[in-house]
């Protein structure tokens, strides 16, 4: 059963803290994205991969980290560096078939708090 | 200016009646567009993506691009009390680093019985 698996679904986090979300997919996707989606807005991009062992900054990676040591693992760790991290973290996936051609998928998301 | 822009509803509409989904971007560069639902509380899912203009039909669903005016709509057919979602719209940006999707803040459909 292909598809993209997150978790935990919901984690919570004492301020200071370093926590972990898992990203996995088996939809054998070259690319995966992290994406944070905070109430009333779109989705911003935090980081991306297109190949193992590589990856660029998205447009908010202020006091975030990830690693892509496998194709289909892209774990995101939200550092205490981070000073709102409450949100709702959306994981995704793509075929990288062409530079003009993106259609991501996405997990079911974690939702993350901050107490 | 944002890079693309949604009306954020909520749109109304009757049950049975055409619903019609508008987005403007502001890169010319953009090459392909999508359409995403996302239902309260869980993840996006993807419905439609149009790459040339014109118009692209897929069952209830009519995605709409004119790269002129920079624009790109969403049409539903029929629509119904399970369309009630809200629908984002997602343009690629080419770069140097790869592929990305920039998304809109979203539409919030409401289909009335």
């Known amino acids: 059963d292909g598809g993209i698996t997150q978790s935990p679904k919901y984690l919570f986090r004492k301020e200071g803290q370093n926590v972990t979300l898992s990203c996995e997919q088996n939809l054998n ?29 998205g447009d908010i990676a202020e ?53 | 200016q944002k890079e693309v822009e949604q009306n954020s509803g909520p749109l109304s509409v009757p049950e049975g009646a055409i619903a019609s989904l508008n987005c403007t971007y502001s890169d010319r560069g953009s090459q392909s567009f999508f359409w995403y639902r996302q239902y309260s509380g869980k993840s996006p899912e993807l419905i439609m993506f149009i790459y040339s203009n014109g118009d692209k039909e897929d069952g209830r669903f009519t995605a709409q691009l004119n790269k002129a005016s920079q624009y790109v709509s969403l049409l ?3 629509s119904q009390p399970s369309d009630s979602a809200t629908y984002l719209c997602a343009v690629n940006r080419p770069t140097g680093g790869g592929n990305k999707l920039t998304f809109g803040t979203g539409t919030q459909l409401k289909v009335e019985l």
Not at chain 1, 45 to 56: A, H, P, T
Not at chain 1, 72 to 86: I, R
Request: hydrophobic residues 30%; proline residues 5%; positive net charge.
């Open chain 1, 63 to 115: 006091g975030y980290s990830v690693s892509r040591e496998k194709k289909e693992s892209f774990p995101l760790t939200v550092t205490s560096a981070q000073k709102n991290p409450t949100a709702f973290y959306l994981c995704a996936s793509s075929i990288v078939r062409s530079i003009s051609y993106n259609e991501q998928f996405f997990g079911p998301g974690t939702r993350l708090t901050v107490l």
């Open chain 2, 76 to 78: 539903i057919r029929d």
């Open chain 1, 29 to 57: 996707h070259d690319a995966m994205y992290w994406y944070r989606q905070d109430p009333g807005q779109g989705l911003r991009l935090i980081y991306y991969s297109q190949i193992v062992n590589d990856f660029q900054k």
